[in-house]
């Protein structure tokens, strides 16, 4: 069974930065696509961004682009996600999934179960 725990998250000014990390068991890292989502009160759960399986190719929902970076230690069984000029609409709950699909124009519907999350809350 697939399970990941995300942690990094936390309360910032706007224009910080943040570092999330997700790690994950029960499966081959390196055979699954690894993505970041979020929640926001009274929103649908969106992709912000993912990553393909050897790293080698990204997708970034158009309103993160230029301040979010995703990353991956295939290594470690760890996922990344370092925010910068956070702004307070990027307030939300986020998690992070494994998918064994793979599309650079949006985040594929995961396989794994939804972890706990982590919180951001981002102050104007």
């Known amino acids: 069974q697939v399970q990941v725990v995300e942690s990094g998250g936390g309360l910032v000014q706007a224009g910080g930065s943040l570092r999330l990390s997700c790690t994950a068991s029960?499966?081959?890292?390196?055979?699954?696509?690894m993505g970041w989502f979020r929640e926001a009160p009274g929103k649908e759960r969106e992709g912000v961004s993912c990553i393909r399986w050897t790293g080698d190719s990204t997708y970034y929902l158009d309103s993160v682009k230029g301040r979010f970076t995703i990353s991956r230690d295939n290594a470690k069984n760890t996922l990344y996600l370092q925010m910068n000029s956070l702004k307070p609409e990027d307030t939300a709950m986020y998690y992070c999934?494994?998918?064994?699909?793979?599309?650079?124009?949006?985040?594929?519907?995961?396989?794994?179960?939804w972890g706990q999350g982590t919180q951001v809350t981002v102050s104007s």
């Open positions: 999934a494994a998918s064994l699909a793979w599309s650079s124009d949006y985040c594929a519907d995961p396989v794994s179960d």
């Open positions: 029960g499966l081959n890292f390196d055979h699954y696509a």
